[in-house]
C-alpha cells in the first residue's frame, strides 16, 4: 500500500478552477494507477477520474467530462486533477486513490487499495 495526500481544495464560485494534488508520503507512485472519486454526505463515492501508469490512459466520469482533467507528473510523483467550469454540484469531499490495475485504468472503488483523507471542494453559486 501506499499513503496518499491530497491537496488544493477550497471555496470557489461557480465557474471558477481548482487544481488538486495527489502526493505519495513514500515519494512514489511508479506502477500506479491513480484515480479521483469524490462523495457527498447520503451519496456513493463516485469516480471522477483515472490516470494508469505511467499516464497513457485517462477515463473520466461523464458528468466530468470536458470539464476536469487528471495528470500526472512521474518525476514529482504527483497525480493531479485540474477542475473547470465548476458546477455547483461538483460539491463534495475529492479523494485520491492507487491501485495495482494497470491498464486500462481501473474505475470502480473497489479496484483501488490505498486512499487519502480527501480534500473538500465547495463550489457556491
Known amino acids: 500500500q501506499v499513503h496518499l495526500l491530497e491537496s488544493g481544495g477550497g471555496l470557489v464560485q461557480a465557474g471558477s478552477s481548482l487544481t488538486l494534488s495527489c502526493v505519495s508520503s513514500e515519494g512514489a507512485l511508479d506502477y500506479w494507477s491513480v484515480g479521483w472519486f469524490r462523495q457527498t454526505p447520503g451519496y456513493e463515492r463516485e469516480m471522477v477520474a483515472s490516470i494508469s501508469w505511467p499516464g497513457t490512459k485517462t477515463k473520466y466520469a461523464n458528468s466530468v467530462k470536458g470539464r476536469f482533467t487528471i495528470s500526472r507528473d512521474n518525476i514529482k510523483h504527483t497525480v493531479f486533477l485540474q477542475l473547470s467550469s465548476l458546477k455547483p454540484e461538483d460539491t463534495a469531499i475529492y479523494y485520491c486513490?492507487?491501485?495495482?490495475?494497470?491498464?486500462?485504468?481501473?474505475?470502480?472503488?473497489?479496484?483501488?487499495?490505498?486512499w487519502g483523507q480527501g480534500t473538500q471542494v465547495t463550489v457556491s453559486s
Open positions: 486513490a492507487a491501485s495495482r490495475l494497470t491498464s486500462p485504468p481501473p474505475d470502480q472503488s473497489t479496484e483501488f487499495i490505498s
